[in-house]
């Protein structure tokens, strides 16, 4: 088989084990039995064998427009023109001898360990208001309206904690005491920021549950609405 097309990805089906279809230069796509596509990279450095997982396969991704490259980290979801560009960086990184599985871990590790949720919070309003983020970029209303709500109501109770200290009852006692104290509406918006954010690290490679997606919600309000205004 030659060079992977996006098509062929999106045909791609689950099989009973684990499978694997090469593309070029070192990298596959392999294929999970629930379905997920994850291009990988089989490489040699300093004498050992080392796979990397350059990121997950998102058909979204696929259909918007190329993010730069100094945007992209492995773990990303990405399309397959990112998955290349950074399969780049990946054999640049072993032609000088480096580990970039190795380098993948340890910027994890120093983003788990240095990242309050409130640096991820910046990081986030950061990368959405980013011309080079392309399609992910956020119209100025939508990031001002998201920039108020973390500011007003989330700030001052999780922006120093770490990732891992947000649990879902945390996250839930902050909802009801927004419920009580600004209405329903605003509690489920800080439900919400707090999805996003988690889900910016999640996308930047961070292995960290997301306590909004496990904490349901019991602020009930115009659900269109709110959907509309937080997709993406």
Known sequence: MGDLTDKELKNLKPKAKLYKV???????????????????YQYRVNGRQEILTIGRYSAEAARTLTRAPDALEYGMDVSLAEARTLLGRARRQVERGES?????????????????????????????????????????????????????????????????????????????????????????????????????????GLDVSNPAALCSSRHQVDRACLDEAFRG
């Open 22 to 40: 090469t593309d070029r230069d070192g990298m596959h796509a392999a294929v999970t039995p629930s379905g997920v596509i994850s291009f990988r």
């Open 100 to 204: 970039p599985s190795k380098a993948k871990v340890e910027k994890r590790t120093a983003y788990a360990e240095a990242f309050t949720f409130g640096g991820w919070a910046e990081a986030y309003f950061k990368h959405k208001a980013d011309p080079k983020s392309g399609a992910e970029r956020l119209a100025d209303s939508t990031l001002a309206m998201r920039r108020s709500v973390y500011d007003r109501a989330i700030a001052a109770n999780l922006s120093k904690l770490k990732l891992g200290e947000v649990t879902p009852q945390r996250l839930k006692r902050l909802c009801d005491e927004v419920k009580e104290k600004r209405g329903p509406a605003v509690a489920v918006h800080v439900r919400e920021v707090v999805l996003l954010v988690f889900r910016h690290a999640q996308a930047c």
